[in-house]
């Protein structure tokens, strides 16, 4: 299984913008569909952002879509959130996941889908 671990996090005022990292090792990266998902303080785990192995396929929550964009380089074992306008809301703790897929299979932003994860990274977002 692949280790994945996140970094990027910060403290920023609404408005500002943040890119999360997640570093994989232990595995072939580029068979993996990844996702980030938060999870807030007293809130359940939700899916922000997913993408498939070669980066062709995303999907986003409602409530980041236009704002947060997903990326991958496979060369470099790493995926990206880029988060832009950021607001108070956005404040959570983030997590990196990953799921070993064929080809061609779908995106999904479900927690219960993936199989490994990382240890997360802290957003604050303040007003």
């Known amino acids: 299984q692949v280790q994945l671990v996140e970094s990027g996090g910060g403290s920023v005022q609404a408005g500002g913008s943040l890119r999360l990292s997640c570093a994989a090792s232990?595995?072939?990266?580029?068979?993996?569909?990844l996702g980030w998902f938060r999870q807030a303080p007293g809130k359940e785990r939700e899916g922000v952002a997913a993408?498939?192995?070669?980066?062709?396929?995303?999907d986003y929550a409602d409530s980041v879509k236009g704002r947060f964009t997903i990326s991958r380089d496979n060369a470099k074992n790493t995926a990206y959130l880029q988060m832009n306008n950021l607001k108070p809301e956005d404040t959570a703790m983030y997590f990196c996941?990953?799921?070993?897929?064929?080809?061609?299979?779908?995106?999904?932003?479900?927690?219960?889908?993936?199989?490994?994860w990382g240890q997360g990274t802290q957003v604050a977002v303040s007003s």
């Open positions: 996941a990953a799921k070993r897929t064929p080809v061609g299979i779908t995106v999904f932003l479900s927690e219960n889908w993936y199989t490994s």
């Open positions: 993408i498939s192995r070669g980066g062709g396929r995303t």
């Open positions: 232990g595995d072939a990266f580029s068979i993996y569909t």
